[in-house]
């Protein structure tokens, strides 16, 4: 069991729950005042915890440039249009 | 069977041939952390290249699907705040906890298997993703019954049919997602696990984690937006 676990998605696993329970904390719980910083946050939050998936739990950060900047460039692009229609909407 | 381990040849399956050969290899070992070193500076897919055909469209199409939906809520914020209010947000984050868990154990069950550290408990690691998953659709269950019951429905409002058709379409994935930890338990039981198994097990793996990916997004996106 510990040398199955002695891989760098076990620390990412933990982040990832901590970061679950800050975006539950701040968009739930009303953590920040301001609506829109809370929802920015938590979006970012939301498309870091998805990077992290694909990187360490996907193995994609040992994956040949091309599918790793496919991976990237969705993460990068559904943070911009979602955050950016969000807040010019 | 001498380049496996000891737990590999006398309490797991048998890994087979080239297999064996290649448990430091490119196929079966977890790739190192330098990136550019050595064979891995051309990298390896995890899984066929095809799933990644269908990973990648399908996250294309669910990003099209948040963009929509944010779109939408811009124009009717009032009534995506009321209708989200109505949400249990405290299901949704159970949910996500549930599916990290799962998505770690189908990490460790690869890595059981692949690098032979102790094959024989692998299919203990997807049993348990596969109970969390089930603890998601009963959360689910639990959730849409509640919602019904209350008379909110897909065609009460925009807001509920996008909860309906996100929710829905991901429920669908992960039940499909379910039969793949099936197949995944099922391999990582066999006597003798060849590499093509260890190749078929990463996409199945990879298939897995894009239900967690989706769900990740998912979970702010309809519960915590205001």
Redesign the interface.
């Known amino acids: ?1 510990f ?3 002695k ?4 620390p990412v ?1 933990a982040i ?2 901590i970061a ?2 800050i ?2 904390s ?3 719980e009303h953590g920040v005042d301001n ?1 829109r910083v ?2 920015v946050l ?2 970012t ?3 870091a ?2 990077y992290m ?2 990187l360490y ?9 091309w ?2 900047t ?2 990237r460039g ?1 993460c990068l ?2 943070w911009t ?2 955050v950016g ?2 807040l ?2 | 069977m001498s380049q496996t381990t000891e737990t590999s040849a006398s309490d797991g399956p048998e890994v087979s041939g080239s297999v064996a050969a290649a448990a430091r290899g490119p196929i079966a070992a ?4 330098g ?1 550019g070193s050595g064979r ?1 500076s ?5 899984g066929e290249a095809g799933i ?1 055909i269908f990973i ?1 469209g399908d ?2 199409l669910y ?1 099209a699907l ?2 929509s939906f ?2 939408d ?3 009717h ?1 009032e009534q995506f705040n009321t209708s989200s209010a109505t949400l249990h ?2 299901f949704g ?1 159970v949910n ?2 549930l599916l ?1 868990v799962s ?2 154990s ?3 069950g690869i ?2 298997v692949r690098e032979g ?2 094959p024989k ?1 692998a299919p203990l ?1 997807f049993k348990l993703a596969f109970l969390c998953a089930l603890g998601f659709v009963v959360n689910k269950f639990f959730e849409y019954s509640d919602l019904l019951h209350n008379q909110l429905d897909p065609t009460e409002n925009t807001f509920y049919t996008y909860y309906y058709i996100l929710t829905g379409i991901h429920l669908t994935h992960l039940l499909a997602g379910m039969a793949v930890l099936v197949f995944l338990w099922k391999v990582a039981a066999k006597p003798k696990i060849a590499a093509p198994d260890i190749r078929a097990m990463e996409s199945g ?2 298939f897995w ?2 239900v ?2 989706l769900w ?2 998912l ?3 309809l ?4």
């Open positions: 069991m040398a199955t676990a891989t760098a998605a076990t696993f990832l729950v679950t329970l975006s539950y701040v968009g739930a609506n809370a929802t938590v979006l939050i939301a498309f915890k998805a998936v694909g739990f996907q193995e994609l950060r040992h994956a040949p440039l599918l790793r496919l991976f969705w692009v559904g249009a979602v229609i969000y010019l909407g | 977890e790739p190192t952390d990136e891995w051309v990298g390896h897919i995890p990644w990648l996250m294309t990003a948040f963009g944010i779109y809520r811009s124009a914020v947000t405290a984050m996500t906890l990290l998505s770690i189908v990490v460790y890595r059981s550290l102790n408990r690691f793996a990879s984690h894009v967690d990916l990740i997004v979970f702010p996106l519960y915590l937006v205001s």
